[in-house]
């Protein structure tokens, strides 16, 4: 954590937050809690069309949620497997 | 065109017999060419006309050199080698300054940025009374210019183009912030050194706090603005500008504390006191100015709305209303309180006796 103008700190914390996101289980966890992307479009269906689909709080953050987990999935590996060479070899 | 000897060949100089340096020296000097009749030794001119001595012209300068010596009588811009370097010189400078150019405008927009800075004095003094005691003012509104693009035959269409601060006090600007950035990060040192714990580091940890702090703000008003569906185009830098404001509260908080408790720091009830003033009035600057970004435009012309012409739902207003009292409140109590936390003089020293 030296070499990094004190951005260090910063940077564990976001790569354990983002880890955290990405970790959760979109059939086991999410579709319990009402989160998953599948719920939404069985709402959909009922309704006969997205009405405020696009709208609503609750559906922008799923989104939100989900697109995050899709896009940091692979960079979050790489940054993972460096801060854990960078944790062994440096103390 | 020739020019003639600077003065008059039969003028003599005076005898002087302080050292003359013998070296060629390399640095351009701006001065007119030497005189063609001269006893004594005088370095050679080397001036291009150019007032930046730069360094890709070293076969100029080596042509320079060798024709001083047969060149130098009719003026040395006659010297082809002089001329050769000039034009090398001026083709690297404007090259370098459009590659620059090209390269900056990806990243940042200048003429946006110019926006920003268009301030004068009494705007400067006005914005922070504003900033400190926004009681009282009135209206709130950033005035528009509205530019006509007449086509024939279909209504004019209106631009919506800001005014810059210079003309209209409610617009945001970047001069504020920055200078009460650098003000926060130098007071806060002074602070520290008053009280016998400064270390070169703080410099650095002081910035990156304040730095992170105002990236952190974004990312959440950014956040905000998706998540509640706000379509108004609220440039980045102008919510950058308004989360500027707050170190200037910051400023005075840290600054009155120190001076009216004697150096006891701000964890006191007079630190406390003042606190909370400049954070109300933080707070309420911001709820007032943030209403045109975050609520849906309330004037009658439809012209002016920039094409946003829906009815929103009750719900959406009311959260609408309380993400921004939200965020103009308790998140800049938060953001506030990280900034001025400050220990008494007594508590840092025992601190730094015990450590």
């Known amino acids: 954590m030296l070499f990094l103008f004190g ?24 579709a319990r809690i009402g989160m998953g992307r599948s719920a939404m479009a069985q709402e959909n269906v009922g309704f006969g069309g997205p009405r405020q689909d696009p709208e609503s709080v609750k559906s922008r953050l799923v989104n939100l949620i989900s697109s995050i987990r899709m896009v940091t999935r692979v960079p979050l590996i790489a940054a993972n497997v460096l801060i854990i060479v960078y944790e062994i070899l440096l103390g | 065109m020739q020019r003639s000897p600077f003065p008059p060949p039969n003028a003599k100089s005076p ?47 080596g042509g320079m050199e060798n024709a001083y010596g047969q060149q130098y009588v009719n003026g040395f811009m006659n010297d082809p080698n002089a001329q050769m370097g000039l034009q090398i010189g001026k ?40 900033v400190l005691l926004p009681w009282r003012h009135r209206p709130w509104t950033r005035q528009q210019t509205r530019l006509h693009a007449g086509h024939d035959g279909s209504s004019p269409q209106y631009s919506n183009m800001y005014l810059p601060p210079r003309d209209d006090l409610n617009s945001p600007d970047m001069y504020i912030p920055i200078m009460s950035l650098i003000t926060y990060i130098l007071l ?20 990156t706090t304040s730095i992170v702090v105002i990236v952190f703000e974004l990312l959440i008003l950014r956040t905000a603005i998706y998540l509640l569906n706000i379509t108004n185009e609220s440039s980045l830098l102008d919510l950058a500008a308004y989360a500027g404001y707050k170190f200037v509260g910051v400023i005075v908080t840290l600054f009155l504390s120190e001076v009216f408790t004697g150096g006891r720091g701000t ?20 709820l007032r100015s943030l209403k045109y970004v975050l609520l849906p435009d309330s004037s009658n012309d439809p012209a002016l709305r920039g094409g946003a012409n829906y009815t929103m739902a009750r719900s959406q207003r009311n959260a609408r209303t309380y993400s921004l009292f939200a965020y103009a409140y308790i998140f800049q109590l938060i953001c506030m309180w990280a900034l001025s936390r400050e220990d008494g003089v007594a508590a840092s020293v025992l601190g730094r006796a015990n450590a």
């Open chain 2, 188 to 207: 806060s040192t002074v602070l520290a050194g008053i009280r016998g714990t400064f270390r070169p580091e703080i410099l650095g940890s002081i910035t």
């Open chain 2, 15 to 61: 005898e002087l017999f302080h050292p003359r340096p013998q070296h060629i020296s390399q640095v351009p000097h701006l001065r007119s060419p030497p005189l063609p009749n001269q006893p004594q030794q005088q370095p050679p001119v080397n001036s291009y006309g150019n007032p930046y001595g730069s360094p890709p012209m070293q076969q100029g300068q």
């Open chain 1, 7 to 30: 951005f260090g700190k910063l940077i564990y914390i976001s790569v354990l937050l983002l880890n955290a996101i990405a970790v959760l289980s979109e059939d086991r966890f999410l």
């Open chain 2, 267 to 286: 964890n006191n009830w007079i630190g406390w006191a003042i606190f909370l003033y400049t954070w109300n009035a933080n707070s309420f600057f911001l």
């Open chain 2, 91 to 130: 083709s690297a400078m404007m090259t370098g300054a459009h590659y620059m150019e090209q390269n900056l405008n990806r990243y940042v927009s200048v003429s946006a940025l110019k926006h920003y800075f268009n301030v004068s004095n009494s705007y400067v003094v006005r914005k922070l009374l504003l």
